[in-house]
């Protein structure tokens, strides 16, 4: 059984940082693409970060790049989101996301690709 498990969020001033982690179990962690998600109240969920099965390849989405990092430590099965210079805009529920079998290695920004989502983790940043 697959379980992802977020932490690090938490109430921030603008400008400031936070690290994201999610940890994995359940699967072979260093077979699967990991991906980094976030919802706002009232919109859709929308993709941030996502990082190859090796840690090759990454991939952000507009919004964050050159703020957020991606990456991920096989050997302890967890995948992290550095977030830097914050901004009131990037309050969120973040989700950590496991890709599906069929789209294994690098799943990319697309949510379908994923097989397995974790609770959530709220991240509040203030002005």
């Known amino acids: 059984q697959v379980q992802l498990v977020e932490s690090g969020g938490g109430l921030v001033q603008a400008g400031g940082s936070l690290r994201l982690s999610c940890a994995a179990s359940?699967?072979?962690?260093?077979?699967?693409?990991m991906g980094w998600f976030r919802q706002a109240p009232g919109k859709e969920r929308e993709f941030v970060a996502a990082?190859?099965?090796?840690?090759?390849?990454?991939q952000y989405a507009d919004s964050v790049k050159g703020r957020f990092s991606i990456s991920r430590d096989n050997a302890k099965n967890t995948v992290y989101l550095q977030m830097d210079s914050l901004k009131p805009e990037d309050t969120a529920v973040y989700y950590c996301?496991?890709?599906?079998?069929?789209?294994?290695?690098?799943?990319?920004?697309?949510?379908?690709?994923?097989?397995?989502w974790g609770q959530g983790t709220q991240v509040t940043v203030s002005s």
């Open positions: 996301a496991q890709a599906s079998i069929f789209y294994s290695d690098d799943p990319g920004g697309a949510p379908n690709k994923y097989g397995y």
């Open positions: 990082i190859s099965r090796s840690g090759g390849n990454t």
């Open positions: 359940g699967r072979t962690f260093s077979s699967y693409g």
